[in-house]
């Protein structure tokens, strides 16, 4: 991040420098010829130096947050703040399963054990919300919601699955012997809760991801789980329904997704 940061600091001098120059550029071609002089003010030069990306002093001290957050690639002046989802439950857990059968297996998964299921549903041009319902059965399983800022080439929802959520991730110890609890830790004597995480850290390479919702278990086997989230700007829905905590037990995970104007 430092190296990157440095990156961008000297990306954005340059700029600043390039803008500068261009301006006086300007300056001097016009007025037919006649020699124009820009008057800088100290203190106003001053004031734009202390405005632009540039520091002298060690990465992050006295910059903008925003500044600082853009230095880390993580695209804070193009990207608007994120809104809090509204979640909400219902009792009609039996109705629910019911008409997902009766719409059919695309709504139905078998989250296996040790496995996380990402479902990804892009924006769509012609909404402004999207909305999710989902219940299992027997047992309970991991759920949380993430925003890429991605421009997807389809509105079509995909379904990944992937063992302990290492398709986002790459693997790094951590901790105590390299290891911490599962997702919101298991209830005491709970059976399921064997398989302990390890620390992740983010590839550089892929998209910024924003936590609109982080992965909790929900008792989702006794209720329907329900939320709503209004579009942020362009990207694509991550919907983690995690049962890496789990080791024998596969959940079947029936949802529902769509979006609204």
């Known amino acids: 991040q430092e190296a990157l940061i440095r990156q961008l600091q000297e990306q954005h001098y340059q700029q600043y420098m390039a803008q500068v120059y261009a301006q006086q550029q300007m300056e001097q071609t016009t007025g037919e010829g006649k020699e124009v002089k820009k008057v800088v003010d100290p203190e106003e030069e001053r004031k734009k130096e202390d405005d632009s990306d540039v520091s002298d002093e060690e990465p992050g001290d006295d910059l903008p947050l925003s500044s600082v957050h853009a230095q880390m690639g993580l695209f804070c002046h193009s990207n608007p703040a994120i809104a809090p989802a509204s979640l909400w439950n219902r009792q009609d857990i039996q109705q629910f399963k019911a008409n997902i059968k009766k719409e059919g297996s695309e709504g139905i998964i078998k989250v296996g054990h040790g496995e996380t299921v990402t ?81 992740k850290r983010r590839d550089p390479n892929k998209p910024h991801q924003d936590e609109i919702i982080p992965i909790y278990r929900r008792e989702s086997h006794e209720e329907v789980y329900a939320g709503s989230h209004v579009y942020p700007g362009q990207g694509v829905y991550l919907l983690k329904f995690d049962n890496s905590y789990s080791l024998w037990r596969s959940k079947t995970l029936y949802y529902r997704v769509y979006y609204s104007k």
């Open 119 to 199: 479902v990804r549903v892009p924006t769509h041009h012609e909404g402004s919300c999207i909305f999710w319902e989902f219940a299992t059965d027997h047992y309970d399983i991991g759920f949380g919601v993430l925003f890429e800022w991605t421009v997807s080439e389809t509105n079509q929802v995909s379904i990944h699955v992937s063992e302990s959520d290492d398709e986002e991730d790459l693997e790094e110890e951590g901790g105590e012997g390299g290891e911490r609890p599962p997702v919101m830790g298991p209830p005491v004597g709970d059976v399921e809760g064997g398989n302990p995480m390890k620390e």
